[in-house]
């Protein structure tokens, strides 16, 4: 049976920035253009953290019953399933119960934005937490999951909180999307990095795979770099974006360590790295957009 804390590390904490980040985005993006509204922003970010968690939990299901989480060679955070820490009935149940906590603040949010079509997009981002890696023809396994949490985790999570307190969509926030989720796709790249010689194995052909290791770390680097553009853009509408430019300090070191050949355990700092600077990246853009238009607010 899985202590408190094992529960805690199977729903993988260091992948959570990736939900903060796009609602912080989204809702700067909605105060820049004096539209905020902080109860609406933190129903989009229950949303987004129960939506991140069930992914977690799902992963992990899937991954376990189907032997892919091999722990004898794998490397990375603890599996609850492949490790026999809870049973995998368990660790379904945990993953349906934080979609299901999602689903309850999401229809709370289309309610009160009286945004009611928006429950189609809800169900949507459900579905492709599943068949992420559920299913029997999970995308994950086909190179697919970068699209995914790029269109889920970026243009769904940052413009839907922008939408539904403004019902508009603003460039600013396509650009922070655009970026947020180019970092969130990083994460799941240092993550494919690292595993990138022991999931072909057990059938896993991620994006990384396909591209071979050159290829994967370039992309890496890139998708640092389209961040970087993107809050360059967002800069033009909402000058305050442009101090999000200095946080790029802190990542400049994983980037290195990817492009000068860290593998394994390595790649597991590279990864905490590159998710707390997507959440540094969300606050600062965000914070930036809004701050700069705050004297009008209200």
């Known amino acids: 049976m899985a202590t408190y804390k094992e529960w805690v590390q199977g729903a993988r904490p260091r992948t959570l920035p990736a939900a903060v980040a796009p609602v912080v985005i989204g809702a700067g993006s909605a105060y820049a253009v004096d539209r905020g509204i902080f109860p609406f922003a933190v129903l989009a970010l229950l949303v987004a953290l129960a939506l991140q968690i069930g992914v977690n939990y799902a992963n992990d299901y899937s991954d376990g019953i189907r032997g892919t989480d091999d722990t004898n060679v794998r490397i990375g955070p603890i599996r609850l399933v492949g490790q026999g820490l809870a049973t ?20 709370a949010l289309v309610a009160f934005a009286n945004t009611l079509w928006m429950i189609g997009v809800g169900l949507l981002a459900i579905v492709a937490a599943w068949f992420y890696t559920g299913g029997k023809k999970p995308y994950g396994y086909l190179g697919l999951g970068e699209v995914m949490v790029f269109i889920f985790f970026g243009l769904v999570a ?50 990384a795979v396909r591209l071979g290791e050159p290829g994967a770390r370039l ?6 770099a389209v961040a970087a553009i993107c809050s360059l853009i967002a800069g033009f509408f909402h000058p305050g974006a442009w101090f999000c430019l200095i946080t790029f300090v802190y990542i400049i070191p994983g980037v290195r360590q990817v ?14 790295r590159t998710g707390k600077f997507t959440l540094i990246y969300g606050i600062f853009l965000g914070l930036g957009m809004a701050i700069w238009r705050l004297p009008a607010i209200g």
Do not use: E, W
Not at 89 to 104: E, L
Not at 177 to 196: E, H, K, P, T
Not at 259 to 272: A, E, K, N, P, Q
């Open 219 to 224: 992309a890496y680097a890139g998708m640092i």
């Open 259 to 272: 492009l000068r050949g860290s593998s394994g355990r390595d790649l597991i700092t590279v990864l905490g």
């Open 158 to 207: 940052t413009l839907g909180t922008t939408y539904t307190q403004t019902l508009y969509i603003t460039p600013a926030s396509i650009a922070g999307a655009v970026g947020v989720g180019s970092l969130s796709c990083a994460i799941l790249m240092a993550n494919n990095l690292r595993d990138i010689h022991t999931d072909p194995g057990a059938g896993k052909i991620t994006l």
């Open 88 to 107: 995998p009935q368990a660790v379904k149940n945990a993953a349906f119960i934080s979609f299901g906590v999602a689903a309850f603040f999401g229809l």
